[in-house]
């Protein structure tokens, strides 16, 4: 048979894989939203299956995000927040949680939009000690300097508050992986996964959190919640807590 027949061939039925796979592979659940049903692919670099709820547009860290905080109630109810880049599968329902709580809900970004607040991670314009919980879920890896935005987020946080994030990180490699030469959109989709990314961080990213005066403990995506509810296997929310 013709080697471009079979390459042909192979591609076929890659892609037929792929179309199907795409749509959903096994039945999930979204502890957010209540759906229940196939969650489609997201992302390139690399490709989820299983990753995105149809419904509420929830990824993997959204999804454990909600089953931590179902486990501390107290984290939100009735409490002053601040949650940078707040997801949209979150941002309703935790405006209402919080109003009818009696807490505050700040939502900010760089680049605000609706409800939104504009607000420099690395320059966070609140008194010391405002907030009890702070959410910044895969947003230090587009912030120049992660150390200073990581002493903010300690700053601004009241005594036995707590900051929970998340970040792409990769537990075999030691160091973080940057590189500030790497300027061009192209480079750095193709170095950190995404034109926007300025770095990946590795297993170090623990002694940035250290440096920055935060105690920690770990909640990491595992089973039987992987499989029920399609999380990313050891993906990690670390619940930093100023060291006093």
């Known amino acids: 048979m013709p080697r471009k027949l079979i390459d042909q061939l192979v591609l076929f039925e890659a892609g037929a894989h792929a179309f199907r796979d795409v749509r959903g592979r096994y039945p999930r659940e979204c502890p957010i939203c209540g759906y229940k049903g196939l969650f489609w692919a997201k992302g390139r670099q690399p490709i989820v299956i299983d ?15 909600q089953l931590l905080v179902l486990r501390h109630p107290e984290w939100l109810d009735g409490a002053t ?51 009890d919980t702070v959410i910044v879920h895969n947003v230090l ?12 987020i300690r700053r601004v946080l009241k005594p036995g508050g707590r900051a929970l994030m998340s970040v792409p990180m ?37 002694d940035r959190l250290d440096r920055a005066g935060f105690d ?8 039987p919640e992987v499989s029920r509810y399609g999380l990313e296997r050891g993906e990690t929310i670390f619940i930093c807590t100023p060291r006093q």
């Open 51 to 65: 990753g995105q709820c149809p419904s509420c547009r929830s990824v993997g860290r959204h999804r454990q995000h």
């Open 81 to 131: 927040v601040l949650h940078f880049a707040p997801e949209p599968c979150f941002a309703k329902r935790y405006a209402a949680q919080l109003a009818r709580t009696g807490g505050n809900y700040v939502r900010a970004d760089y680049m605000p939009k609706n409800d939104e607040v504009v607000i420099d991670l690395q320059d966070i314009a609140f008194p010391d000690a405002t907030f």
């Open 216 to 223: 920690l403990t770990t909640d990491v995506a595992k089973e």
């Open 170 to 206: 990769f537990e075999a490699w030691d160091e973080t992986y940057e590189d500030p030469s790497i300027d061009s959109e192209a480079g750095r989709d193709l170095h950190f996964n995404q034109k926007d990314h300025l770095r990946l961080y590795g297993r170090d990213f623990r």
């Open 141 to 152: 890896e587009h912030v120049p300097d992660d150390a200073r935005a990581l002493r903010e």
